[in-house]
């Protein structure tokens, strides 16, 4: 009889353990770090992170536009319920999702999340078609979803089996995306969100799950509550890096698996990694995440579906969505009204607007989507100046809607602003302010946070308006505009109404301090 250690050596080793070996390795070889004798500007500690600044173009640009998009899209195709954790949610018994599962695919033992992927085909995708879309909507950067919790990567990876080309619609979507959406002069962004995948399966180790050649897609099964594996964490910085140093993004992001999964080593090393990886072409590019602790040391502070109520003096980002995170049947939507609204109060406050819209899951912006989008680019056509490459004023704006409160998921308990709303925000050089009224006003508009210290030569226009716009200070300095008398077929837009103010030597009135 032969040795059993022999003949257990003589074996080959699985596939799925080979291509993990051989991603491991390929990862070191990733790493966009300097080469021998070149320098490295960012040590991955936080205090050499720190010293890292926001881009110009990101506080100029204000408004990006992501997809959510990928295999969930296609499995949500029966469902009239939003599902954006689907491949998480498939596995557990009490969710909705397992039995819906059941009954349209399948029992999870046999028909996994793997098998939707393997649907996944997305014959309407069409990069051009949605990077047109999103620079007629007036986003200055846009870009993927390049991998959601559930670890499967929209792009070319020789790092993993379970990416877009090797899998599904067998295409570089993220290629594909960042060259349409280059082409049209926007910035290009990817999104993380696979720090969690670490935990996101642990329903599914019942299930199909638990055969380990299936482990580059669910993880190796463990417990819940056991920590990451070094080769988890190295797989996840080393996917970072290569979409860093294949796609080039201006802007990365990442959801909340970066502090809740990932060790601090593994944050510190990514931030160092992308930005000597910049430095060294010269280029200017941030990183969005949603950890106070770690925008204390660098970055940019991230909100989902909610925003500061104040004004900051950094430089933060909504990330919120039309409707759903993830398309499904006749989902509910946002109106026009209620996103510009909310664009321009983000912008009063320092921030700027990541909005997503969810493809369907055969690669379509339905027309819904698509005119939301095309309404907002209507809007910043007629009032980009007082959006585009502006800074806060010295307070955000006044009217009797204000936020319940700030921060992340708080945007639920906003209530509708009114043409009593007004936001401020200011150009660059400070020479010029812009006051956005909410609605159409009801004239006069006095502007009672500002008081008038002189006003020669001073100037009020209603932007995509031609006509003239008088003012008037009255006696307690405060500005009154009289709102020309313009029915609504005949206004330069149908939403919130900037008017620009020049000429005026402003301070803040008593009441407003």
């Avoid at 959601?148 to 599904?168: C, I, P, Q, R, Y």
């Avoid at 290009?188 to 599914?204: D, K, L, P, R, V």
């Amino acid at each position: 009889m032969p040795d059993e250690n022999t003949d257990r050596a003589a074996r080959p080793f699985p596939r799925h353990v080979c291509r993990l070996v051989a991603a491991l390795a390929l990862a070191a070889l990733l790493v966009p770090g300097a080469s021998a004798g070149e320098p490295k500007p960012y040590r991955p500690d936080w205090e050499s992170l720190a010293k890292h600044e926001v881009p110009e173009w990101f506080r100029d640009a204000k408004f990006g536009i992501y997809t959510h998009w990928g295999p969930i899209s296609l499995a949500n195709s029966h469902s009239t319920r939003a599902s954006g954790w689907y491949a998480r949610q498939m596995y557990d018994p009490k969710r909705w999702e397992f039995a819906y599962h059941q009954e349209h695919f399948g029992n999870q033992k046999t028909v996994g999340y793997k098998d939707i992927i393997a649907k996944f085909k997305a014959p309407a995708f069409n990069a051009d078609e949605w990077a047109e879309l999103f620079r007629q909507a007036g986003a200055r950067f846009a870009g993927p979803v390049a991998i959601h919790h559930e670890n499967f990567a929209l792009w070319d990876s020789k790092l993993t089996e379970w990416d877009s080309m090797d899998v599904g619609p067998k295409r570089d979507i993220t290629g594909e995306l960042a060259k349409a959406i280059r082409q049209r002069g926007m910035k290009f962004i990817a999104t993380f969100h696979h720090g969690f995948a670490w935990q996101y399966y642990e329903h599914a180790y019942q299930y199909d799950a638990a055969d380990p050649k299936y482990a580059a897609l669910y993880c190796q099964p463990h417990k819940r509550g056991d920590p990451p594996t070094k080769e988890f964490l190295d797989l996840w910085l080393a996917k970072v890096n290569e979409v860093v140093t294949k796609y080039e993004p201006d802007l990365i992001w990442f959801d909340f698996g970066l502090a809740k999964v990932i060790t601090e080593p593994y944050q510190q090393q990514m931030f160092a990694d992308y930005y000597n990886w910049a430095a060294r072409r010269g280029k200017a590019v941030g990183v969005a995440h949603k950890h106070r602790t770690i925008h204390q040391h660098t970055g940019i502070l991230d909100f989902e579906r909610g925003r500061e109520g104040r004004i900051t003096k950094y430089v933060w980002l909504t990330d919120t969505a039309i409707g759903p995170w993830y398309y499904y049947k006749n989902p509910k939507y946002k109106t026009v009204d209620q996103l510009v609204d909310v664009l321009v109060d983000i912008v009063s406050k320092n921030g700027v607007m990541l909005l997503n819209v969810g493809p369907d899951g055969q690669g379509r912006i339905d027309d819904r989507a698509a005119t939301l989008l095309i309404g907002i680019g209507n809007w910043l056509k007629v009032n980009g100046e007082a959006i585009y490459k502006t800074r806060p004023w010295l307070v955000p704006g006044e009217g009797p809607t204000q936020q319940a409160k700030g921060g992340g998921f708080s945007e639920k308990k906003d209530k509708p602003f009114t043409n009593r709303d007004v936001r401020f925000t200011r150009s660059k050089d400070a020479k010029t302010l812009y006051a956005i009224v909410l609605a159409w006003p009801q004239p006069p508009l006095t502007i009672r946070s500002m008081s008038i210290q002189s006003s020669n030569n001073a100037r009020v226009e209603l932007l995509g308006y031609d006509g003239k716009v008088n003012h008037r200070v009255d006696d307690r300095k405060q500005l009154v505009i009289d709102v020309p008398d313009l029915k609504p077929g005949r206004r330069p837009c149908r939403h919130a109404y900037a008017f620009k103010l020049t000429g005026f030597d402003v301070s803040l009135s008593e009441a407003a301090r």
